[in-house]
């Protein structure tokens, strides 16, 4: 089989992960708002390029959201902070039933592979200070090697939290009454068999191995797919 390329984009491909779970009474409105108003609203900010929806499956925080922008610096912008700053009249409703917010803007470091999956594999992680380039390493030419072989694989991606682009409490965070979490590090594998990917990645994934890289590993959902839009 024949490897398909790396690709790298620090200065070009920027993300925003959300993943959080929500109040039962609101989730109907919840994900009329998403639909209808949310997404549209980002993907109106100059610099959103993508927005992608999906819903858990099993454990883990119950939605998640997936944002692909030109660079990290659109989530410092004007536009995209004015967003922030006077949340809608829904946006105020809605706000206060999300529950266990996640919400990283990332870099997208290093990619393998093509595509969008019908499901997602999500790998949070964390490398011990001064390990960074071992844990770098370790996942391009270890671990992505064999998970790469799988049928069930399409693309997998890292993503490093920038706390700079991340930024601090808003009146969106306000409105959700608790501060957000963030990740450090995010592994995201593309996949068409979310179970074949999962066998996969924990075959693949040797703790003694990571371990030496210098690599901590977090929690690890799957996710289905169930939106998609391009701005």
Known sequence: MTPTPDQTAPDTTGILLVLNDIAAATEDEFNRWYQQQHIPER???PGFRTARRYRALGSGPAYMAVYECDSVGVLGTKAYLE??????EWTTK???SFRNMLRSACRQTWTQ????GGG???VQCKPLPGAEDASRRWVKQDLAQGLMQSAGTVRMSLWEADAAATGGPSPEMALRGRADRSADWVLFLETIDAVQTAQALQAQWSAPAAAQAGLVLGACNSYQLIYARAA
Not at 113 to 116: D, K
């Open 120 to 122: 997602a594999i999500v």
């Open 113 to 116: 592979g093509t595509g969008i």
């Open 43 to 45: 993907l109106g900010v």
């Open 94 to 96: 809605i706000m206060p």
């Open 83 to 88: 967003r922030l700053a006077h949340p809608t």
